[in-house]
């Protein structure tokens, strides 16, 4: 298939491409990777008459250490990520999440900014930047704001980003010390979306005491689920195998996924609780074996 007709433009700056979807707003679409909104033009799900493409805007590609977080810029490509030491030392969440995006041709356009704009409610992106607490950083003609990863996600390839905002930067908390993570996802072949995902950080303390844990599930729900339940139960603990498996549990119940020609709602609600499970063991491990 072809995409309908559109206009297309290429900013150099952020300012210009701001103004750009001002004049536009409504009609226009930001590209980023493409690897998302190529395909959904192509087959008409998406028809917007006015392109805007980012790919020449080099200020917006950039990892940077910023003391507390680390910060992203919208249109660093998902290659860039997984191969980025800041990433791996100070946010490995981020690092694991990358390795479960898609495939390396996919990854090497793709962008952090595209993947969380789209969110996709099988992404892993969306469930690594609420499960870190991350924010979002949006700009348009009437400034700028920051948007918390849970007010950012509002359903299915749904966000808070107004018609007028282009997304600049994902602001990344550092994983604490004493932490360990793991994102651990079941899909029907290496590279494809997630059937169900588990973004998991637990910070110890001396005893081996999980006093932080953060916890998001991807392909569950019509975004990015954050498990509160599960780490309300889990936190204060040392872990145990009762401990995995009242986790385990709780997960289960915590969802309310939908069943597609991929897999029934039932075998995505278990498949939550096993991810859980594992996802904890593996981040205490680590975190344990970093202390
Ligand atoms: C075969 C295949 C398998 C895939 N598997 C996975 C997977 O397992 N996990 C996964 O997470 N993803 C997967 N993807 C998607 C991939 O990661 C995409 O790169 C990503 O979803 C979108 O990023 P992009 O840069 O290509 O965005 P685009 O496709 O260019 O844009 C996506 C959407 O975001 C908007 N947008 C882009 N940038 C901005 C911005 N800065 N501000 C505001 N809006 C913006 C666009 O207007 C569009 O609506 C897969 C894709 C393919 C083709």
Request: proline fraction near 7%; charged fraction near 35%.
């Given at each position: 298939m072809k995409p309908a007709s559109f206009s297309y433009l290429l900013p150099k700056t952020v300012p210009e491409a701001v103004k750009m979807i001002a004049e536009h707003s409504g009609d226009a679409r930001f590209i980023a990777g493409g690897q998302s909104l190529v395909p959904m033009m192509n087959f008409r799900l998406a028809r917007p008459s006015v392109l805007i493409d980012?790919?020449?805007?080099?200020?917006?590609?950039y990892i940077k250490d910023r003391g507390d977080y680390i910060a992203v810029g919208a249109m660093t490509r998902e290659r860039m990520i997984e191969n980025s030491d800041i990433v791996r030392d100070m946010c490995p969440l981020v690092h694991d999440a990358t390795l479960n995006i898609a495939h390396l041709p996919i990854r090497s356009r793709g962008t952090i900014g595209g993947s969380i704009s789209n969110?996709?409610?099988?992404?892993?992106y969306p469930a690594t930047m609420l499960a870190l607490d991350a924010f979002m950083v949006a700009k348009s003609e009437r400034g700028e704001r920051e948007i918390g990863a849970a007010d950012f996600f509002d359903g299915v390839l749904s966000t808070?980003?107004?018609?007028?905002e282009i997304l600049t930067e994902v602001r990344i908390p550092k994983a604490p010390a004493n932490s360990g993570s793991a994102f651990i996802e079941i899909s029907?072949?290496?590279?494809?979306?997630?059937?169900a995902g588990i973004a998991a950080q637990v910070t110890l303390d001396d005893d081996e005491n999980i006093i932080g844990i953060q916890l998001a599930a991807c392909g569950v729900g019509p975004g990015p689920v954050r498990l509160n339940q599960v780490e309300d139960g889990v936190r204060g603990t040392t872990l145990t195998a009762e401990i995995l498996s009242n986790a385990k549990e709780a997960a289960t119940a915590a969802v309310d996924p939908e069943g597609d020609v991929h897999a029934t709602a039932a075998y995505r609600r278990k498949l939550t609780g096993v991810m859980t499970e594992r996802a904890l063991r593996k981040a205490v491990l680590r975190a344990v074996g970093k202390k």
């Open positions: 980012l790919n020449r805007i080099p200020d917006l590609s969110a996709d409610p099988a992404a892993e808070s980003l107004e018609a007028d029907r072949r290496q590279g494809d979306y997630a059937l």
